[in-house]
């Protein structure tokens, strides 16, 4: 690996490491108090909802439970529109931090698994990244940094993340909606219904990766 793609990576590690220091020191306490305040469904709560949910994401939190708490305070329509645009927002985000430090890094370290990553995704572009949002094959935080250093076009990965996320987010925003209630049907629906994208999501995570790599 050439020093220039070493410094590169470098930067990107030290970059989201230092996001998750300022997250911790500090931006937990001024995150909760903002939030407190998302009482109301109002399009200047929401605005405030996206924002902090796209800034939870490009420091790589899960955005399971940013998606249930859209559900509590929006509801599961609005919930999922909240959670889809934060989440869309906080993926272009990391995406386009990766981008900027270039594609040589990867290039310089493709090998294996990683090369026939990058080849399928760049053969099917808007399809594969489509099938990796509805499925949550690869951890959605990660998967953002990851796609920014791949070949994917930036109008394909970000109307496939657009696209893709939107039926998930909609159940986990419906658990959150109904959490208040965990014993009445709409809850349990819900539940069932994400329990079972967990499974599904396991099950073709095991046969790509088996297609991915006929050896293993």
Known sequence: MSSLAKARLGVLAILIA????????GGRTWIGDQIEGLTEPSLGNITIFVVLYALATVLLVP???STVLAGILFGPMLGTVAAVAGATLGATGSYTIARGLGRSPVAS???GKLANLDQWISERQFLSMLVLRLLPILPFTGLNYAAGLSSVRPLAYITATLIGIAPASFVI???????????????LVALSAFALLVASSG??????????????
Do not use: C
Not at 173 to 187: E, I, M, R, T
Not at 203 to 216: E, I, K, L, M, S
């Open 18 to 25: 230092a996001l998750a220091v300022v997250a911790v020191a």
């Open 63 to 65: 955005g399971t439970a």
């Open 109 to 111: 370290l493709e090998s």
């Open 173 to 187: 925003a419906s658990v959150g909606d109904a959490a208040n209630d965990p014993l009445s049907w709409q809850f």
């Open 203 to 216: 099950f073709f995570a095991r046969r790509w990766v088996r297609a991915r790599d006929p050896q293993g």
